[in-house]
């Protein structure tokens, strides 16, 4: 979420003239995108603010100037206190009003005062940018409903998948996690909207669409009744656009895994059989203490019900160990879980503890020691299962998308008759060139092509790919 947000500032800034560079040496303005649910995100801010002061005194003893904001959700969490902080600052902008950047900037510029907006008002942010959508049309940027994409039209490359926030904001306020202080109570878009940047996307090339939420699957925007509609509808209208090839949703809470969300998953074949799930502990005391609102036997019940639905679901799900008070007893209930379910590709962290929530606060910290050692060895049975689940897709065929050129891409002689002869005199040198993609499980697909031709013909489609190889974190095939 936070590196949509960044990409959303960074188009509103294009919009007003602004263009990016890679550092902050001689930039007319610096923004420090924050984000609370990393470990010491504060103190990381003030140590850049640090690094940044040098550039913003060479710019005025220039005689110009350098605007440096600061935004996300440690702006929104500290607020005015930043400035007490830190003379650099000009600008805090919050998570749900950062669509003020280029009013707040053209301010701080003119009237030579900070600025600080810290409201919530997420309806405005999203009309903000269905309103850039409709004037920039196809001129460099183009804004979409919180979805924006950028055509280069040196390298042609365009999205082949985009976001679409769909809801923002949580309720849930588990004992660890700073987002419902930060991003604020729950907030859905009307499908009206949503659809229609759907569209728009697709009309822009785009055929996978990615819904967005903090806890997307509590999504209760209104349809056109006024009537709230469930996520599983939204699926179900968005898959209505022909040319959406597939969907899917992230993150999601247990909680809110409604029968017609886990129904839609056998029933729409563009909703990918792929879920991110969050459980964070296999243990119920431990479960109890974050106030996750869920039992470890509703998430077994819950996958069950997934996989009765769409068998092959490949599943994800984050996990902290080392929550305050989780025993030797409490973690070993969540490697039985991991091993019970066995999940394609997860996340897993260290407690650590956030100012301001519950547990931040609570007596019985666990020992850094014993945080690392539950992490390692975690994270070695969910290395484990990646490997085997990547592992059984060899010799399979399975419908890829194709996003954009690998990193990777390298040289190879051949002939020029495609028959290689070293030394030969029709010997040259040619790009091979490597296309990256992604199978319905959300792996990363890596085939080899001929050309820039053949590689350009594939951007943006779905094609069969014969999977030769696995890898740890990616398949590599051939296309069928
Ligand atoms: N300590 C460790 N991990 C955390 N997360 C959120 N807050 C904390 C914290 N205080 C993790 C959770 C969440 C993911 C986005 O970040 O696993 O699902
Ligand atoms: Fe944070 Fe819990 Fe809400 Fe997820 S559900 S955003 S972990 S409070």
Known sequence: MNVYDSDRMQDLMENVGYETIDTPEGADMVI????????????????????????????????SQMIVAVAGCVAQAEGEEIFKRSKVVDIIVGPESYQTLPDLVGKAIREKKKQINLDFVPDN?????????????????????????????????????DFVTV????????????????????????????????????????????????????????????????????????????????IRYTTSHPRDMSDDLLAAHRDIEKLMPFLHLPIQSGSNSVLKGMNRKHTRQDYFKIIEKLRAARPDMGLSSDFIVGFPGETDKDF????????????????????????????????????????DARLAELQKLLTEQQIEFNKKAEGQVMPVLFEREAPKSKKRTTTQNGRFRQGGEDEVTTRSIQLWGKSPYLQSVIVDVESEEEAANYFGKIAEVKILKSRPSSLVGTIN
């Open 32 to 63: 420090i995108n924050t984000c609370h649910i990393r470990e010491k995100a504060s103190e990381k801010l003030f140590s850049d603010l640090g690094r940044i002061r040098p550039h913003k005194n060479k710019k005025e003893e220039d005689g």
């Open 125 to 161: 942010k999203f009309d903000v940018f269905r309103e850039l959508a409709a004037n920039v049309g196809d001129a460099g940027s183009s804004y979409l409903g919180g979805s924006s994409r950028r055509v280069s039209a040196t390298k042609g490359v365009q999205k082949s998948s």
């Open 332 to 371: 070993e209930d969540t490697m039985d879980l991991v091993r019970k379910i066995g999940f394609t590709q997860c996340y897993s962290f260290k407690y650590s503890p956030r100012p301001g929530t519950p547990a931040a606060d609570a007596k019985i910290q666990v020992e850094e020691s014993v945080k």
């Open 167 to 246: 809801q923002e904001g949580c309720d849930k306020f588990c004992t660890f996690c700073v987002v419902p202080y930060t991003r604020g109570a729950e907030y859905s878009r009307e499908v009206s909207k949503i659809v229609d940047d759907a569209k728009r996307l697709v009309d822009q090339g785009v055929s996978e669409i990615y819904f967005l939420g903090q806890n997307v699957n509590a999504y209760h925007g209104l349809d056109s009744t006024g009537a709230p509609s469930s996520l599983a509808k939204l699926i179900e209208e968005v898959a209505k656009i022909d040319a959406v090839k597939r």
